[in-house]
């Protein structure tokens, strides 16, 4: 009976081992927020393609990861203009705001670059940041916002902005009721404007 006992301990042991090894893999990998590495070549790209002469005095918008081709750029008054295909297999749109402290509309700098870094897209100029989606614009808007890349910090701010309507029967009909009088209460985070 002793010698089974040794015998059977180095399986055993193997065994939990195993069984060790297989429960540490399946454990979830923890994916950071975003690329940070792909964004610090943006940085490096764009200082060196002389797209951005002075970071301490611009931020960067973009968006966690590089995007593929069927995402698209849909601009915030749309009226004015077609949806923009993402031009590489793998691309990374970024938003240069030369003027970080001015109220949107205010000129900034769209520009696409591949995931490679070897090119980028003729650069656009325009007033806001695009509202990018996903599956040839049918898709929900992916996170596009400024990221802290350069010295010039994102702005992040919360205030109230008192608002004034007209009677309910004429210009608030149909509005959302957060809308209807009072107060609105923006929150702008990174860039990205809440309400």
Sequence with gaps: MKTLFFKMLPISMLVISLMCLIVINAQPQTQE??????????????????????????????????????????HMIREKKEDIRFPYAMNWLIMIDDNPEA?????????????KF????EIMKEDFPPIVLPDY???EAVE???????????FTEEIAVPVKFRPVNTITAGMPSWCQGGSIRLQITAGILKI
């Design 144 to 154: 596009f916002k400024c990221f802290d890349l350069t010295p010039r910090k994102c």
């Design 137 to 139: 614009g049918k898709g």
């Design 33 to 74: 927020p975003f690329d940070r590495e792909g964004h610090a070549q943006i940085v490096r790209y764009l200082q060196e393609n002389k797209i951005v002469e002075n970071l301490e005095q611009v931020t960067l918008w973009t968006t966690p990861f590089a995007l593929d081709s069927t995402h698209v750029i849909r």
């Design 118 to 121: 070897t090119m980028h897209s």
């Design 103 to 115: 109220n949107f509309a205010h000129p900034v700098r769209w520009v696409f670059i591949d995931d």
